[in-house]
Every structure is written in structure tokens, then in C-alpha cells.
């Protein structure tokens, strides 16, 4: 599939083509006015097969990309390599999770590609390594994150509820599709927020952020004025 001069290679029947669709044909992650270019970092933490990552790497920014899934990941470094994009693009092969855990399990589904889950016991289990934002900002020298972007099946609320505030302070504008399952409540430690979009839409807005929706998506979009 090519659009705009990048080109994405696909796992035709898959979810794949649904992930596509939601990314470069229905804007679920706008990036209009986001003001991204040379000197920008953006994060993407659930890269895929780099269906968003392609899209910001061609704004001119740096893109950290991060996708433990082994069912993903040649795929990925395939569509990064045949877009050329390989100086642009730092790619983690690991789960984005609380301070702590540098180990976790991932439940693989081979239905929906997009969707494996260290939360939920969805299919055969992989031990895949995993890193804190706080971790992933030192290693990468991310001084500012212009975007970050959440696609962590589950862990967005450990990870957001986690993160220290003055980590948070760094972050002008993120992403997050919000899971809300019994587990990630399970796995919430004393004085964080409810996990679900509720609360962390308020933890969000506590640390600085207006809270909406991005365009007519469910996705959580959190925003500095």
C-alpha cells in the first residue's frame, strides 16, 4: 500500500488492514498541527508494523519506536528499511511498562495482529524485555517528547500512572488507546489513579493537560495550552 510516497507492506486477511484504515484513512492519530519536523521527538509505543511510525518519521522528527511483539517485528523493520527511514527511527524491541518490571509476558493472538496483550491470556505466552518511559527518555537523551503516542494494549494506565511528574512535565501533547479490563485495575499500586479513561483523564488533567478525544476516535488526547 503506498500513500504519500511511503510505502507499507501488509499481512493481507489480517488486522493489519484494519489498523491501516484507522491510521492513514481515518486520522486516528492526527498529526495536523502538531508542528512535528527536524528537532522533534515523538514516541510511539506500540509501533506494529509502523503504520504510525511511517507517518511521523516523514514529518522530518526523530521517532522512538517501541514494539515487543516477535509476530511484528520483522515486518516492521522491513516497512522501516524499504521506506529508507532507518536513520529517522530508533527501534526498541520491547514492551513499554512500569518502573521495575525490564521483563514481562506477552500473550500473542494470531487474529488480530495488533492486539497482543501482557494484560489479558489471549493466546500462547513469549517473555519479552520491557522498559519505564523514564528509562526510555534517559537512554534515548529525550530532553523534550513532542509527542507520545500509546498503543500498549492494557499498560497505558501503569505506564501514565507511573511516570514521575517531572518526566510528565516533558510531554507536550499524547495519544493513548485506553483498555479498560479488570487487570490493569488489578495491577494499580497505592495513590495512582483508576486506570480506565476516567481516571486518567483526571490524573492527566492534574499534571497539566486538557483532556479531549482525537477527531471522532475513542482515543484519549491529551494536550499543553
Not at 515523538?42 to 522528527?61: K, R, S
Not at 511528574?165 to 488489578?186: G, K
Request: proline share 5%; with cysteine; net charge negative.
Amino acid at each position: 500500500v503506498e500513500r504519500d510516497g511511503l510505502r507499507l507492506t501488509l499481512r493481507a486477511g489480517t488486522h493489519d488492514e484494519t489498523i491501516l484504515r484507522e491510521v492513514w484513512e481515518e486520522d486516528e492519530y492526527p498529526l495536523a498541527g502538531m508542528e512535528l519536523g527536524p528537532g522533534s521527538v515523538v514516541v510511539d509505543a506500540g509501533a506494529q508494523i509502523g503504520t504510525f511510525t511511517l507517518l511521523a518519521a516523514a514529518t522530518g522528527a526523530r521517532v522512538v519506536a517501541l514494539e515487543p511483539s516477535p509476530l511484528n517485528l520483522p515486518l516492521l523493520r522491513r516497512n522501516l528499511a524499504d521506506n529508507g527511514l532507518g536513520d529517522r527511527v530508533r527501534l526498541h524491541a520491547c514492551a513499554l511498562a512500569r518502573p521495575g518490571s525490564h521483563e514481562l509476558d506477552l500473550y500473542l493472538t494470531y487474529t488480530n495482529l495488533g492486539g497482543h496483550s501482557a494484560v489479558a491470556s489471549i493466546g500462547p505466552r513469549v517473555r519479552v524485555s520491557a522498559l519505564s518511559l523514564e528509562e526510555l527518555f534517559e537512554r534515548e537523551g529525550i530532553e523534550r517528547c513532542r509527542l507520545l503516542k500509546l498503543d500498549v494494549e492494557g499498560l497505558e494506565g501503569p505506564v501514565l500512572a507511573s511516570a514521575s511528574p517531572a518526566l510528565l512535565e516533558r510531554i507536550d501533547a499524547l495519544y493513548a488507546e485506553v483498555i479498560e479490563h479488570p487487570a490493569t485495575e488489578a495491577d494499580r499500586r497505592p495513590g495512582e489513579p483508576s486506570h480506565d479513561r476516567a481516571g486518567l483523564t483526571a490524573y492527566l488533567e492534574a499534571h497539566g493537560f486538557q483532556v479531549g478525544r482525537a477527531g471522532g476516535s475513542g482515543v484519549l488526547f491529551a494536550w499543553r495550552a
